[in-house]
């Protein structure tokens, strides 16, 4: 039995491709990562400027059901969809398991594992409201791609960081990622 942890990484067809990037980086360093990302999520993230072609993780096609990953019996550590379109997450709120990204996320769900999903979205409709409170019911923690100020972020990065490392914060991820905060200052 292997020491490093394990996670999946679905990434969907939300804007939001730098958070995945970075939180592909940080895992990939110390964790055996399974990685999935949507026909969308590849265009916008070429749009975006990003690529995962160099990250060493096992790569899924999400149309590949017979994936291990699709099976509760392939133990994980925990799964973030990063970003979480509101298409996938209404798909991962009713259970409609018809790509490998939201079977995953079910399993993850059915297993009790953690689950995070990173919303990049605005507004949010009350379907999607709905949505992401029947998501929190079935056992995921929402998160919404909302970086903190109080840090004091100078750059593009600094404002992911902040982001990422709430959600390796959630999957029990030790990180250096952004400062946490200590209260007010006098």
Same mark, same amino acid.
């Given at each position: 039995?292997?020491?490093?942890?394990?996670?999946?990484? @679905? !990434?969907?067809? #939300? +804007? @939001?491709? %730098?958070?995945?990037?970075?939180?592909?980086?940080?895992?990939?360093?110390?964790?055996?990562?399974?990685?999935?990302? *949507? $026909?969308?999520?590849?265009?916008? #993230?070429?749009?975006?400027?990003?690529?995962?072609?160099?990250? /060493?993780?096992?790569?899924?096609?999400?149309? /590949?059901?017979?994936?291990?990953?699709? +099976?509760? +019996?392939?133990?994980? $550590?925990?799964?973030?969809?990063? %970003?979480?379109?509101?298409?996938?997450?209404?798909?991962?709120? *009713?259970?409609? +398991?018809?790509?490998?990204? #939201?079977?995953?996320?079910?399993?993850?769900?059915?297993?009790?594992?953690?689950?995070?999903?990173?919303?990049?979205?605005?507004?949010?409709?009350?379907?999607?409201?709905?949505?992401?409170?029947?998501? =929190?019911? #079935? @056992?995921?923690?929402?998160? !919404?791609?909302?970086?903190?100020?109080? @840090?004091? %972020?100078?750059?593009? $990065? /600094?404002?992911?960081?902040?982001?990422?490392?709430?959600?390796?914060?959630?999957?029990?991820?030790?990180?250096?990622?952004? %400062?946490?905060?200590?209260?007010? =200052? /006098?």
């Amino acid at each position: 039995m292997s020491a490093r942890k394990e996670f999946v990484i @679905g !990434v969907s067809g #939300a +804007s @939001g491709a %730098p958070y995945a990037r970075r939180l592909l980086e940080v895992l990939a360093n110390g964790a055996d990562v399974h990685l999935i990302v *949507t $026909d969308q999520a590849r265009g916008i #993230a070429a749009r975006e400027g990003v690529t995962y072609d160099d990250l /060493d993780v096992t790569r899924h096609r999400n149309d /590949d059901l017979a994936a291990a990953i699709a +099976s509760g +019996s392939h133990r994980i $550590d925990g799964m973030a969809v990063v %970003p979480c379109s509101t298409k996938t997450l209404a798909s991962i709120a *009713t259970g409609l +398991s018809a790509s490998l990204l #939201a079977r995953a996320a079910d399993v993850t769900l059915k297993e009790r594992r953690p689950l995070i999903l990173l919303v990049r979205e605005m507004p949010l409709s009350r379907i999607h409201l709905k949505n992401l409170l029947a998501a =929190d019911e #079935a @056992g995921a923690t929402v998160m !919404v791609a909302s970086p903190g100020f109080y @840090g004091r %972020p100078a750059t593009i $990065d /600094d404002l992911v960081d902040m982001v990422v490392g709430r959600v390796l914060d959630h999957l029990g991820v030790e990180h250096a990622l952004g %400062p946490r905060w200590t209260g007010y =200052d /006098d």
